[in-house]
T-cell receptor, first 117, second 114 residues
């Protein structure tokens, strides 16, 4: 069964500092990987996704993530954090087309990001 | 193009009552997923539906929970005889493909059982 681990429950950074949120997954085949962001009381917004091809993917709001198959990781990065980035971030893995789980997503526990001015 | 719509946004029910949560997918999407987010936990898959069919309900509790996606109208998640442990945020997502495409999430319905 697929699984996702986000080792950091809570991260605090200063505005303008760089950010890296960790995500490790367990999946037998080539995964589809996603990062979503959730602001308090809101739904989830897709930041970026990896399906295939270039292992460094660019997303919205200046975020990027790198797929490393050898490390089973898909870490999210941003070079300079803004106060508006404070939210909870979820990494998710979905099964590739043709699999048996019909694309349902398995989410990590989430990482809460606090940004200090 | 409207996004995924969910209503109500907030729902309060007393123990033993029924809760009905509605989800209208994005235009052109025929695949609907329901997820539950319990306090202090991530999102957990509940059920995957296409029009008039339940495809995968492996994440649904065995009792009191049911889901449908009729030919016309929104998808409905129904919880009978609610208990305090059902208090959570319930999110609906839709996609254009079953696997291999991103899922777009609605704003969620926050259910509180008193």
């Amino acid at each position: 069964a697929q699984s996702v681990t986000q080792p950091d429950i809570h991260i605090t950074v200063s505005e303008g500092a760089s950010l890296e949120l960790r995500c490790n997954y367990s999946y037998g085949a080539t995964p589809y990987l996603f990062w979503y962001v959730q602001s308090p009381g809101q739904g989830l917004q897709l930041l970026l996704k990896y399906f295939s091809g270039d292992t460094l993917v660019q997303g919205i709001k200046g975020f990027e993530a790198e797929f490393k198959r050898s490390q089973s990781s898909f870490n999210l990065r941003k070079p300079s954090v803004h106060w508006s980035d404070a939210a909870e971030y979820f990494c998710a893995v979905g099964e590739s087309a043709g699999g048996t789980s019909y694309g349902k997503l398995t989410f990590g526990q989430g990482t809460i990001l606090t940004v200090h001015p | 193009n409207a996004g995924v719509m969910q209503n109500p946004r907030h729902l309060v029910r007393r123990r033993g009552q029924e809760a009905r949560l509605r989800c209208s997918p994005m235009k052109g999407h025929s695949h609907v997923y329901w997820y539950r987010q319990l306090p202090e936990e991530g999102l957990k898959f509940m059920v995957y539906l296409q029009k008039e069919n339940i495809i995968d309900e492996s994440g649904m509790p065995k009792e009191r929970f049911s889901a449908e996606f009729p030919k016309e109208g929104p998808s409905i998640l129904r919880i009978q005889q609610v208990v305090r442990g059902d208090s959570a945020a319930y999110f609906c997502a839709s996609s254009s493909l079953a696997g291999g495409s991103e899922q777009y999430f609605g704003p969620g319905t926050r259910l509180t059982v008193t």
